[in-house]
DNA sequence: ATTTCGTTAAACCAAATGGTTGAATGAAAA
DNA sequence: TTTTCATTCAACCATTTGGTTTAACGAAAT
């Protein structure tokens, strides 16, 4: 049995992916690792406030931190991703679909809008 | 291009996924329709408050409500899941994994815990 | 040794959230 | 036609959330 089992947790995971700033930095991890001030950039935010959704994210462990030198690296964990996502599969009961019905529902061509 | 992307809105559904008893509301309607007052049963909360929890259910169109006599019924709308399914699988980079990893993050024989 | 840079901590605030109770509505049963 | 049953509405409350600003801290650069 993995040990991410009984770290991951559910709650903390659903609860961090609820705020829209939070799934943009996700977002923003999936392009690559980055740092407090680097992903301020892209927010309109202090980066005091960007700095606690952070600590959300690294709570649920959707993020990892890394120190190097003064700055801290930040870095998705897709792992996490993977508890909701495991969630939401079983109640849409995902693998009883065609796999018509799969790809249009999942379609990773189809580009994010908002 | 589906209809369900003009109504279905990634804000209200991760934001209604964030509570647990509305999880569980999803839950128990993945097991089949049911009503109000009978879902009120498995919870420990007044039927009022989980009145509030379904109305939020319905408004991200996780739920459909259609009446009936004097009940409402209340049935799971799966598509809306679909929706944030989507969005993880594309940052998860789900569909790059292989299988084995695959099988692995979403194992549908595994149950549920809590 | 000082200053600058990246980050964290603390105090504070308005708005949103999740719960309560009591009253109202509308269909079904008596 | 009352009464009962299922649901909804409204007022209220405590806690949480997401933001602000000011201050502190530790590593790097000057």
């Known amino acids: 049995m993995s040990n991410a089992e009984s770290i991951?947790?559910?709650d903390k995971i659903f609860a961090a992916l609820a705020d829209k700033n939070r799934r943009k930095i996700l977002e923003l991890l999936h392009a690559g690792d980055s740092t407090l001030l680097e992903l301020n950039?892209?927010?309109?935010?202090?980066?005091?406030?960007?700095?606690?959704?952070?600590?959300?994210?690294?709570?649920?462990?959707?993020?990892?931190?890394?120190?190097?030198?003064?700055?801290?690296?930040?870095s998705l964990n897709r792992e996490a991703?993977?508890?909701?996502?495991?969630?939401?599969?079983?109640?849409?009961?995902?693998?009883n679909q065609s796999f018509d019905k799969l790809s249009q529902q999942i379609d990773h061509n189809e580009k994010h809008d908002q």
């Open 8 to 10: 991951l947790n559910e």
């Open 81 to 95: 991703l993977g508890v909701s996502m495991k969630w939401i599969a079983y109640f849409s009961d995902f693998w």
């Open 41 to 74: 950039k892209s927010f309109p935010i202090s980066f005091q406030a960007l700095g606690k959704h952070i600590k959300i994210l690294e709570n649920a462990h959707l993020l990892t931190k890394e120190t190097q030198g003064k700055y801290r690296k930040l």
